[in-house]
């Protein structure tokens, strides 16, 4: 028997039906839904007369449209309103458990699955959002879905799914002062494209991935996406035991052993056959900034912008033109140089408690730059009430941010929060598309740590410098 990956291994042990070719009948362990993407999902189950097969494997909880001004979240009448009050009666009538806006357990899905203990080594995981690969740092498969997708699983706990193609991408040499997973993950993007990881499911090894945290694990697994894959896996190790050790939804006694012994074991064999893998030292990278309106367009803080003149690939050159006019850059520029008028430190991918803490030793005893408005939207009511715990939002404060309540907040712009036409923003998120956080809005994605410092300066600027 050929030697396994960690993803064979999980797909192997959720395969219902195997019809050949890699296609296959998944079993799906869990399903986060969300306001966005559940609501058609609801009506066809409704309109088809069927009912939730089982009820306590999915989480709803609404975190795209809800406010993050300091509350009682109060909600305006409109879309974002009607999509939230639709997914409390969802939820109620079919006995799905819902969390409420304003309850101590809310936040984005991808943060909350964790923080609950509902996401788990060795499981499927969905969710109607591209970003759930998030959750395979856990040593899980975990994928986005569509609308149909979620009314399947709802009905009957299963997907048809072709299996994906086995890509390690191995990280090896640690990280500089400064420069945090976030600066990897993008500069990986650069180097391999936003099409690279397209038709595999990505497993990040190396002696940089061992080395990081899970808050780290899940930024790295969260913008996969980003690099064209579905699916980003980590394997588990005592890193991943010990963070979901007592959370709400781990197993308990008897059962936790048990699940220890055998994620213990969720990994690929040393002999695995992968389909491609890529090996990225991380000891020489800077900090990394976006430039244009793509992940992959990214450079170094040290950069200069690229010039489509120097471009002898026509195609390759009217896309850096079209990214340059959009971004209202001029070839050449320094990119340390560009002047901001926002700044976001949130979102799915960077609104843990790690980043939070990161960007406060930034900002400490330092004010925010005149004419720059800053927000911190921490990605959970919990990560919220730890942070002010430590004192973190008093320094955030202090420096002259906003201190907002949990949700997508202005990764996105389908709430309150988003950028005005022309607006530049220094962000945390992970998508720079045009108008992704706000129609005629520019992005420029970068760590905590860059958009604190960015704050402070006014600028896109280099943090090591104030270190």
Known sequence: MARQTLYDKIWQSHTVRDYGGGNTLLYIDRHLVQEVSSPQAFAALDAAGRAVRRPDAHIAVADHAVPTKLRAFKLRSGQAAKQVRRLEENAARHNIPYIEIDDDRHGIVHVIGPELGFTLPGTTLVCGDSHTCTHGAFGCIAFGIGTSECATVLATQTLHQKKQKRMRVILDGGLAPGVTVKDVILALIAEIGTGGGAGYAVEFAGSTVDAMSMYERMTL???????????????????????????????????????????????????????????????????????????????????????????????????????????????????????????????????????????????????????????????????????????????????????????????????????????????????????????????????????????????????????
């Not at 923003?425 to 992970?430: H, L, M, Q, R, V």
């Open 221 to 467: 697994c969260n913008m996969a996406i980003e690099a064209g894959s579905r699916v980003g896996l980590i394997a588990v190790d005592e890193t991943t035991i010990r963070f979901l050790k007592d959370r709400p939804l781990a197993p308990k006694g008897d059962k936790w052993d048990a699940a220890v012994a055998a994620w213990t074991a969720l990994k690929s064999d040393p002999d695995a056959q992968f389909d491609r893998q890529v090996n990225f030292e991380t000891s020489n990278l800077a900090p990394q900034i976006s430039w244009g309106t793509s992940p992959e367009e990214t450079l170094p803080v040290t950069a200069h912008l690229p010039d489509p003149e120097a471009e002898p690939d026509p195609v390759r050159r009217a896309r850096i033109e079209k990214s340059l006019n959009y971004m209202a850059l001029k070839p050449g520029m320094a990119l340390r140089n560009i002047p901001i008028d926002r700044v976001f430190i949130g979102s799915c991918t960077n609104g843990r408690i790690d980043d939070l803490r990161s960007a406060a030793k930034v900002v400490k005893g330092r004010k925010v730059a005149a004419g720059v408005s800053a927000i911190v939207v921490p990605g959970s009511a919990a990560t919220r009430i730890a942070a002010e715990e430590e004192g973190l939002h008093d320094i955030f404060l202090s420096a002259g941010f906003e201190w907002r309540d949990a949700g997508c907040s202005m990764c996105v712009g389908m709430n309150d929060d988003r950028l005005s036409e022309g607006e530049r923003c220094a962000s945390t998120s992970n998508r720079n598309f045009e108008g992704r956080q706000g129609r005629g809005g520019r992005t420029h994605l970068m760590s905590p740590k860059m958009a604190a410092a960015a704050a402070v300066a006014g600028h896109l600027t280099d943090v090591r410098e104030m270190m």
